[in-house]
């Protein structure tokens, strides 16, 4: 038997709802491990209100203006003083429409700069955190710190990378949950710029703390550096080929964060730095290149301080560079209380045929519903749903009748429209279920290889159900689980397709069936 599927349309149940997979999306961001007292300079600016029924009408910490708080303090809104881990469902709950399921996650270690060994209590407090991490169904793209604003001092090298060996058995215990590690570390909120002891001059450094994070992770995981002419520095200004991006090298580990995306045509000092080895436009089609392997974050300036980022400039450059996640706090009238630019991506319509001339991805359902009639999508709708992949289902083909202990074939088609190939590794598995009795056979391909923009997979298997199965009919169903063995047979870490198919128990089911004989 065949058939053929289509795309979640707007008029689907729950059809403009983001779909809540992970590794991918719009993500929130809060404050990681903070013990009270511990992160000076912050400030209490959340407000709560509930509905009758106790759900939250607004996010947990709404950001407020207060007289003398500088703007790279505003709308940080996990403090250390009434923080409490029920806020973070209240938070999440809150955004569920827009799917998010990352969380930028920030661990200062500021009280710790002076050298001394980061106590039990702190790395207690962090495991709790990685803990709850898996409680909430979220990960985290983490990153350590040392510094705020004002920078009153900073830790040393040595100081760095002792820290670092103390935290790599949490890093391994619990990297399930870690989507990226940012190679933060190194001033204002890791971000590489005005470390107190000008660290991100030391290029020796650099390259002790690149080989030490990426040390402390397991191999298959990644990191992320803040500008691209740190890894050009140490690899050379030739982006990631094809057939070294999967090889678990240094360079092939080694991702991308934009923390000024679209701020000028710097982007916020990303491009053409004075240390740049290349000009601002070479850097540019390097990351292009790069986005294609590893992993792309960026977010916006707080307020729009170097103007507004408009929606057709930002879907292009977000696909331009492969962009799996990008953070929706910043220049969000949500967290900021004034309309910024994201809120304009939530007002202007997107024209399918600018997105056609762009050559940006979109699927044959995304603007018609059931009757075939147009159905008008915000940028903003369009940059959630097509950040990292978007997986959709296309045709299936398997026979009608099988027999117990004999093989037959298998053939599922696909394709990727989203701007880019899923991150981290996970098995594909097609699944055939008989009331309780449940058969998983895993499909021969790499997922990481899966390239975005509207490339199609088809995939092939011989399925030999054991003799002992019990005869009857099987529903079939393509299940993509996490990698990881603590979270596989967690469903809210599988990843659903963007089809309008019945999904549960983590599977996307095909509305398929077999029927097997002994």
């Known amino acids: 038997m065949q058939k053929t599927f289509r795309g979640i349309r707007p008029d689907d149940w729950h059809g403009r709802m983001g779909l809540r997979n992970p590794e991918r999306g719009f993500r929130t961001e809060m404050y990681f491990s ?3 007292g511990e992160v000076a300079g912050m400030c209490s600016c959340h407000h709560k209100r509930n509905k009758l029924d106790g759900r939250p009408e607004k996010p947990v910490f709404q950001n407020i203006d207060i007289p003398g708080v500088p703007h ?29 399921t990352i969380m930028q996650s920030y661990c200062f270690l500021m009280r710790y700069s002076d050298g001394q060994d980061l106590p039990a209590r702190k790395l207690d407090d962090i495991e709790g955190f990685f803990l709850k991490l898996r409680e909430s ?37 619990y990297s399930d949950v870690i989507y990226v590690l940012q190679c933060g570390f190194i001033g204002k909120f890791g971000e590489w710029h005005n470390s107190y ?24 995981r990644r990191t992320m550096l803040r500008y691209p002419a740190l890894k050009m520095h140490l690899y050379g200004s030739e982006p990631l080929r ?41 850097e540019k089609n390097y ?58 991506w939530k007002a202007v319509p997107v024209d399918p045929m600018f997105l056609r001339d762009k050559n940006l991805p979109v699927g044959d359902s995304y603007f018609v519903d059931a009757h075939g009639q147009h159905v008008w999508r915000s940028y903003y709708e369009y940059i959630r749903d097509h950040l990292g992949y978007r997986l959709e289902l296309t ?25 880019a190939s899923p991150v981290n590794p996970r098995p594909v598995c097609l699944v055939l279920r008989q009331g309780e009795v449940k058969y ?24 030999t159900l054991p003799k002992e199965a019990p005869a009857g009919s099987y529903a079939a169903g393509l299940w993509l689980p996490d990698g990881s063995d603590v979270l596989r047979d967690d469903h809210d870490y599988a990843i659903r397709c963007a089809n309008a198919l019945d999904f549960h128990d983590g599977v996307n089911w095909l509305g398929m069936e077999v029927v097997a004989q002994a």
């Open 197 to 220: 002891h000008q660290l991100q001059l030391d290029q020796a450094f650099h390259g002790e703390l690149f080989a030490a994070v990426l040390e402390a992770l397991p191999p298959e």
């Open 287 to 344: 990351l292009a290149q790069e986005g294609r392997f590893l992993p792309m974050d960026g977010e916006l300036f707080w307020r729009d301080l170097r103007g507004m980022a408009l929606p057709t400039e930002a879907a292009m450059n977000l696909a331009r560079w492969h962009y799996d996640t990008f953070g929706f706090v910043h220049g969000h009238s949500l967290f900021e209380g004034d309309k910024y630019s994201i809120d304009v």
């Open 137 to 173: 169904k979220v990960k985290a793209l983490l990153r350590f710190a040392y510094e705020l604003s004002p920078t009153l001092t900073g830790p040393t090298a040595a100081t760095t990378l002792k820290h670092l060996s103390q935290l790599r058995p949490l890093l391994r215990k």
């Open 242 to 282: 094809e057939d070294e991006a999967f090889a678990m090298t240094p360079r092939a580990r080694i991702g991308h964060f934009n923390d000024g995306f679209l701020a000028s045509e710097s982007h916020g000092g990303t491009f053409g730095r004075g240390d740049s080895l290349v000009p601002a436009d070479a």
């Open 440 to 463: 998983a056979f895993a499909f021969d391909t790499d997922i990481q290889r899966w390239a975005g923009h509207a490339a199609s997979q088809k995939l092939s298997l011989t399925v």
């Open 72 to 100: 790279l303090i505003r709308g940080n809104r996990l403090d250390g003083i009434e923080f409490s881990h029920a806020q973070w469902q209240d938070e999440l709950d809150f955004l569920g429409y827009d799917g998010v």
């Open 34 to 36: 903070t013990i009270p």
């Open 395 to 419: 045709r299936a083909e398997m026979p009608d009748q099988v027999q117990c202990g004999r093989p037959f074939a298998m053939t599922v088609e696909l394709v990727n429209r989203g701007f």
